[in-house]
């Protein structure tokens, strides 16, 4: 299911087009956060909850569904207690990294559950090349340094691995960057769109908007994606 969201050009009127991987468009600013405390604080007590509605979740379910390889290893980078895979997905492995870990313990779809904050330690504690897919599920708004942990996830995927954002438009306002507070759902794709060109090493990425229709009857939900560069 694509709406026009697919079809429309990725760059333009935000300032920060750019057509090399060498240019950084991107000032320390646009990532500060109404609350800058340590994010394990704001996130210390368990949320289970989850931050989209169910015909929202069920689109993120066939998202995955359709675009996850089967049989592979996938992080679910920023996890929680739900992780929206289908019941039924075949995979090697599913590893959830967030910040609570009752959240992740009462994730019944993970394999393996890693404690990690992804906004002060700087490396994903995994090997290159050894990942198939990760996915960030509404949570990209929170990630203040997008270019090295895009930079990151290219190092932990194998070649032709995918990564996959999913984003729809409620947040948590205080812990949300600046920039994603100040765009709207087309411009986020734009942004996240750099984030894949700044970092460098992808595909072509491809934008999606997979909102349950009617559109506005259910939280919309957008995903860019792209796979790694076979070397
Ligand atoms: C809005 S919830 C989304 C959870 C889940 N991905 C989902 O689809 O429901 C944001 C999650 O991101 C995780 N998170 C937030 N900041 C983080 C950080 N700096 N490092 C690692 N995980 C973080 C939190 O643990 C929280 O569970």
Redesign the pocket.
Known sequence: MQSGLAHRPWYGSMGFAMSTESENPFRPEYFRREDESP?VL??REP?LV???DDRAIEA?GEYFSTSLPSEGIIL?????????LPADFERERLIG????GV?LAENPQLDDRVL?????VRGLPFRDNSLHAVV????IQ???HPVEIFREVHRVLEDRGSFHI?YSNR??PT?ATAIWRSLDDYEHAQLINAYFAVSGGWEQPRVLDISPQPKGASDPVYVVSARKVAE
């Open positions: 994010d704001f996130y949320r989850v931050h989209i993120v679910d980078l920023m996890s929680s207690w739900r992780s929206h990294l967030g910040l609570n959240e990690a904050d992804i906004n002060t960030i599920t509404v949570s929170y990630v203040t999913i947040m948590f812990k």
